[in-house]
């Protein structure tokens, strides 16, 4: 079992800028593939960012590409979402998920385990 439990969401202007994070507790959190996920109201849950177990891979959608960062400290049990540039429709509510997958990072939800309880991310124009 993993605990996750993301922070750092808020309120910003659009152009501005948010870091979120996600704390593991539980089961070794470098064994896992992490990802973030996000949920705009009446939308299908999306699949951001995620990075492999050891941070050499990660994978973006083409929405954020180049504007978002994910990242993790292993040492720290986090992952980070560093989020630049942000656009009114970048808000939602984001989730971090844990995949016990060996290789690769998936962008299907189905294949993450754990997920956390999501923090709120709303963007102004």
């Known amino acids: 079992q993993v605990q996750l439990v993301e922070s750092g969401g808020g309120l910003v202007q659009a152009g501005g800028s948010l870091t979120l994070s996600c704390a593991a507790s539980?089961?070794?959190?470098?064994?896992?593939?992490m990802g973030w996920f996000r949920q705009a109201p009446g939308k299908e849950r999306e699949f951001v960012a995620g990075?492999?177990?050891?941070?050499?891979?990660?994978r973006y959608a083409d929405s954020v590409r180049g504007r978002f960062t994910i990242s993790r400290d292993n040492f720290k049990n986090t992952a980070y979402l560093q989020m630049n540039s942000l656009k009114p429709e970048d808000t939602a509510v984001y989730y971090c998920a844990a995949s016990g997958r060996r290789e690769g990072v998936p962008l299907n939800g189905l294949e993450y385990l754990y997920w956390g309880q999501g923090t709120q991310v709303t963007v102004s124009s």
């Open positions: 990075i492999s177990t050891g941070g050499a891979t990660t």
């Open positions: 539980g089961r070794t959190f470098s064994n896992y593939v």
